[in-house]
């Protein structure tokens, strides 16, 4: 692994920082045109989050194993667009995004596409370099080359080449149909391709590939577009993030963010209630986020979707084999008390995924009711479990023919969804049906086969399929022997009706048209219950009263994602 990664950041707090910058608050001063000047008493919080990243670039650090849902990347850097909390691509950089309607998405008749971005006037680098059309097509050449090895992202195959008909104006031509083309070069979690700086990394590039991953850049010396810029960078403790006086879109309200590293939950929460952090950016439970919020006075949770939890079925060999039969699956969730999970499990706080659409999704309006919906009847579950020939005995439970009694596995990976299987397992008995929670052990946790191979129920959370669609039910993606058990359908559902009409999704551009293939996708999984939804899982952030504007409630949008316009009483 890169040589900065193997030992992080350590080396790198003593290094010289970024021009001019000093992890004392700003003074107040005035700014250009445009941008509002610094408060008199600079404002100042605290954020937290459970682990250091290994670099606040989104690709680097998930090439070194980081997740960073934690928000800081967008905080430090900016791309053309970015998710909105509604699932839109909304401009960043860009005066606008580019779509059929405003002319600057343009489909061509041999199945190839185009689209156009015009760079917002102003748009700078942190150390006041213009942002350019070159840095794109630079971000692109590095994105592309294999030597590199870390940046490759799937969904950007499909560009041919990227165009500079000048400063301003970036051209991609596609060599096939990408309809997530709105967010190229911007902020989409697992699709993030943010622009490179060109005029610091270029020669480092050229010079020597194999260690371009090594450069202090990529830790405390970063240098981005967005709305704050990395002032100091403790190793172990914390990260300074100063306001960017001339970010596009704005000079951020708030003067400095300070970012500690606090592994031990408790710890975070003993913090927050003792008012040393203001906003928790790490991943934190939703128990512990309610603990907070009961016991400090004003505290508001950021309550986004992330990804339904589900009970995946088994459809190679399940065991029992009723589990293949759509009827009985349609019994199950008549069966499931699904409302009372959102009230004991999430507060009431979530709501019942009767698909995996999220309900604030841009799209789900469009595709709604085609969603097949299974309202609790325990009483109808019964009856369509005694039309597949099972006998309920004195006890309540199901019997076969032989006798045995109908019990399936709830398999879970982690405590959380555990919980989730219990219940699960406490509602399908009050049926007559026994579901056995079993919390997979830590050593076969990356056991590809024995994960790929349960025999009944799989109980986790997904994030939202509209996504990757193919990856996540696709006939080429089932885990099975043969690709060595890779893949991300996780039930390993295979379908050649349901993959044609992914096909069209994935390669339909006009939105309606689309939207079309996406209700008939919808019907299709909540028809046949290739996926059994519970609830939505949450990804809680909690932040003090004195915070606003803290805003996400869409899994790819960050907590961060609208930053600069979070307002602090003082």
């Given at each position: 692994?890169a040589g ?9 707090v ?5 021009a001019?910058?000093s ?14 000047a ?11 989050m ?14 070194a194993?980081?997740?960073n ?5 967008v ?5 053309l667009?970015?998710?909105?909390p509604?699932g ?14 405003n002319g ?5 008749p ?13 748009a700078?680098?942190?150390d ?13 050449q590095?994105?592309e ?11 950007y195959?499909?560009?041919?080449r ?8 970036v ?48 830790g ?18 914390h ?18 963010i300070?970012v500690?590293f606090?592994?031990?939950?408790n ?6 209630l ?16 309610r ?22 079925p ?19 969730m008549?069966?499931?008390d699904?409302q ?7 507060g009431g706080?979530?709501?019942?995924a009767?698909t995996?659409?999220y309900?604030?999704d841009?799209?789900?309006k ?8 299974y ?17 309920r005995g ?21 405590r959380s ?11 399908w008995k009050?049926?007559g049906v ?24 799989q109980v986790?959370a997904?994030?939202?399929y509209?996504?990757?669609?193919n ?6 993606q089932a ?21 044609a009409v992914?096909?069209k999704y ?9 939207n079309?293939?996406?209700?008939e ?6 028809d ?9 899982n949450?990804?809680p952030a909690?932040?003090?009263?004195r915070?606003?504007?803290?805003s ?19």
């Amino acid at each position: 692994m890169a040589g900065w990664l193997r030992s992080p950041i350590l080396a790198l707090v003593l290094v010289g920082l970024l021009a001019g910058c000093s992890p004392t608050a700003p003074q107040a001063t005035t700014t250009g045109e445009g941008q509002p000047a610094k408060s008199a008493t600079p404002k100042r919080i605290v954020a937290a989050m459970g682990s250091e990243p290994s670099s606040v670039d989104l690709n680097v650090a998930a090439y070194a194993g980081f997740s960073n849902y934690t928000g800081i990347g967008v905080m430090v850097n900016s791309g053309l667009s970015i998710v909105s909390p509604q699932g839109n691509a909304v401009p960043q950089l860009a005066e606008g995004v580019p779509s059929i309607d405003n002319g600057l998405w343009k489909l061509l008749p041999d199945g190839r596409m185009e689209t156009s971005w015009r760079i917002r006037p102003g748009a700078q680098w942190h150390d006041s370099v213009p942002f350019t059309s070159a840095d794109i097509a630079f971000t692109y050449q590095v994105e592309e080359d294999r030597e590199v090895g870390i940046f490759q992202q799937a969904a950007y195959s499909g560009i041919d080449r990227v165009e500079t008909p000048d400063a301003s104006t970036v051209r991609v031509l596609w060599k096939r149909a990408y309809i997530y083309a709105d967010l190229s070069f911007g902020y989409n979690q697992d699709r993030s391709m943010l622009p490179l700086p060109k005029h610091l990394l270029e020669d480092a590039y050229k010079t020597d590939k194999a260690t371009f991953i090594d450069l202090p850049y990529w830790g405390a010396q970063f240098v981005g577009t967005g709305p704050y810029r990395i002032a100091q960078w403790v190793a172990g403790s914390h990260i300074i993030a100063e306001a960017n006086d001339h970010y596009v879109l704005g000079r951020p309200k708030i003067d400095v963010i300070e970012v500690r590293f606090i592994p031990d939950p408790n710890a975070l929460i003993s913090n927050m209630l003792a008012g040393q952090v203001d906003v928790t950016l790490a991943p934190i439970n939703l128990e512990q986020a309610r603990e907070v919020t009961s016991r400090l006075p004003g505290a508001q949770m950021d309550l986004p979707f992330l990804g339904a939890v589900t009970a995946f079925p088994q459809f190679i060999g399940p065991n029992p084999a009723v589990v293949a039969n759509p009827q009985f699956r349609r019994a199950l969730m008549y069966g499931s008390d699904r409302q009372q999970m959102v009230e004991t499990l999430t507060g009431g706080l979530s709501s019942v995924a009767d698909t995996f659409l999220y309900p604030t999704d841009a799209d789900f309006k469009d595709v709604e009711s085609s969603i097949v919906k299974y309202d609790y009847d325990p009483r109808r579950a019964v009856q369509m479990i005694e039309g597949l020939g099972y006998t309920r005995g004195t006890d309540g439970t199901f019997h076969d023919a032989s006798g045995q009694p109908l019990s399936v596995e709830l398999r879970a990976s982690s405590r959380s969804y555990v919980t989730s299987a219990e219940a699960i397992g406490g509602m399908w008995k009050q049926i007559g049906v026994t579901g056995v929670p079993y919390q997979v052990p830590p050593q076969l946790d990356g056991d590809a086969a024995f994960n790929a191979e349960y025999p009944a129920f799989q109980v986790l959370a997904r994030g939202n399929y509209r996504w990757d669609l193919n990856r996540v039910l696709g006939t080429n993606q089932a885990p099975v022997p043969e690709n060595r058990y890779f893949g991300g359908n996780r039930g390993r559902y295979q379908n050649g009706d349901l993959d044609a009409v992914i096909a069209k999704y994935d390669s339909t551009i006009p939105l309606v048209e689309r939207n079309r293939y996406l209700a008939e996708i919808i019907h299709h999984v909540t028809d046949n219950l290739v996926l059994l939804t519970m609830y939505y899982n949450l990804n809680p952030a909690v932040y003090v009263a004195r915070l606003h504007n803290v805003s996400s409630k869409w899994e790819r949008s960050a907590h961060t994602w609208n930053v600069q316009d979070w307002e602090a009483d003082y």
